[in-house]
């Protein structure tokens, strides 16, 4: 039995984790960067993922899609009792990863369509295009104008749409409200909170701490490469101690 080995109790007592960090290590070079991060999430939750800048966020999330930059050294990393530390980037994708790293890198040249078909090129099939145009009806109406003309949360959609058109279990979400209107970090918002209740887990990175908080159920704060916060989401709103010292609001 490989049960995920899991250092915080939070709700591991109810049912098991289904994405497990355990003691996760991560260098650039010889930068020490993820310094010995544990942190699990339950099948259908959100967690948010804060600290300040530098804090080793994005090296996490690249260390949980399986990079290889940063190179992951010790620790481990399971899926749905599948060793995600034992694979590379593309076996990561397969097992149900999808990272939406923060430029959204959408296919220049390509429509919206094209670009959501061409994620479905390699099976298996995951939304299809009605389900996600009914998800995302601005890419519905939008379905021929090329993708790099979109507006920046019309990207930031088609970018978590083109991950949905994969099979996937984990979205891994880097920045996705940055320099967008709060009326379009709304629309977001509840698109992810549907997207939650159709079982898929997310992490969410943000610098829009408050906004990642009133979404997710669970965050998890790093600071210089180590968890120092691990809870509920409602306990970060409400700890202003907390969040002055390590989100800096
Ligand atoms: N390719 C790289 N090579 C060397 N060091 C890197 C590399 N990428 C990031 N780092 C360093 O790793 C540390 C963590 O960076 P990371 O990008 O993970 O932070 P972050 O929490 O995502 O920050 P931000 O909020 O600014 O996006 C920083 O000190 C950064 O300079
Ligand atoms: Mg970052």
Known sequence: ??????????????????????????YYGESYIVQNISFSIHEGEILALLGRNGAGKTSTLRTIARLGNPE????????????????KSHQAAAAGIALVPEDRRIIAGLTVEENLQLAQIAPPKGWS??????????LGERRKQEGVTLSGGEQQMLAIARALARDIKVLLLDEPYEGLAPVIVQEIAKTLGVIRDQGITTVIVEQNAVAALKLADRAVILDTGSVVFDGSAAEVLENSDLRAQYLAI
């Not at 109790?9 to 098991?16: E, L, R």
């Not at 992951?72 to 694979?87: A, F, N, Q, T, V």
């Not at 295009?129 to 601005?138: A, C, G, H, Q, V």
Request: hydrophobic share 45%; net charge negative.
């Open 72 to 87: 992951l050294r010790h620790g481990e990393i399971w899926l749905d009792h599948k060793p995600l530390h034992e694979m």
């Open 1 to 26: 039995m490989n049960a995920p080995f899991n250092k915080h109790a939070n709700n591991a007592a109810t049912s098991p984790a289904f994405l497990s960090l355990w003691e996760v290590e991560a």
């Open 129 to 138: 295009l009605d389900r996600i145009y009914d998800l995302f009806p601005r």
